[in-house]
């Protein structure tokens, strides 16, 4: 064991003579921000990543979301549904200190501007193959669309469907629907991106639709 003088305090205990384990400290430290972990890796733009499990690290907490699809883009008679959100997974991931591991960052889905057509899909967000997030549907002309899914992690979920387009208040048209996961808004007219990992676009009937933000990968350790 080599202990430099940057390091914090470790707490020992002796299994045997000459042989002792490590019970708490090293590079953990009660003044650090990230106490009682080492720290994080987050991953929010679309991409492919490697990622370098740190020294003396055997379990990371993972964190996933996939790519939220965009809305439809539809007539003002009509109206568009939202895309689905990304996927949810969560997983406690056994690793070897110094193993590279591959980490992928789904992209949103496109936003479209040729009247009836249907959202594009989101990707699929991984870490190596422990698991991963499936990307929300894009949106379709009439009705909304599937939210992605977790796979292979401790806890798997969606952030949910898109949304069917509506009338609006004064029933002259109709409106697109929001995206899964809460962010988007029914609207006939939202030029905005979706800023949190994973939000499904809005369905809209005026420019084009919303596009589905990108996934995210978060690495506690």
């Not at 921000?33 to 499990?53: C, D, E, I």
Request: proline share 5%.
């Amino acid at each position: 064991m080599t202990v430099t003088h940057l390091d914090p305090p470790l707490i020992l205990a002796c299994l045997s003579d000459g042989i002792y384990g490590v019970v708490a400290g090293g590079a953990t430290s009660a003044t650090s921000a990230n106490f009682p972990f080492r720290g994080r890796a987050l991953y929010a733009k679309a991409g492919t990543y490697q990622w370098k499990v740190p020294a003396n690290v055997t379990r990371v907490l993972v964190d996933i979301r996939g790519g939220g699809g965009s809305g439809a883009f539809g007539p003002v008679e009509t109206g568009a549904g939202g895309g689905g959100g990304g996927g949810i997974c969560s997983r406690i991931c056994a690793v070897a200190p110094g193993e590279s591991i591959t980490v992928t960052v789904a992209a949103g889905g496109k936003a479209v501007n040729v009247v009836n057509t249907a959202g594009s899909w989101g990707g699929t967000s991984s870490f190596g193959s422990f698991c991963s997030a499936t990307g929300g549907e894009g949106g379709t002309l009439f009705n909304g669309a599937g939210g992605g899914m977790g796979v292979g992690g401790d806890f798997n979920a969606s952030l949910g469907a898109g949304s069917p387009p509506v009338r609006n208040t004064n029933n002259s048209g109709a409106w697109g629907g929001p995206g899964g996961g809460g962010e988007s808004i029914y609207a006939a007219s939202d030029v905005s991106t979706p800023t949190q990992p994973g939000m499904g676009g809005g369905g809209r009937t005026v420019i084009a639709s919303q596009p589905g933000a990108d996934g995210c990968v978060f690495i506690t350790y």
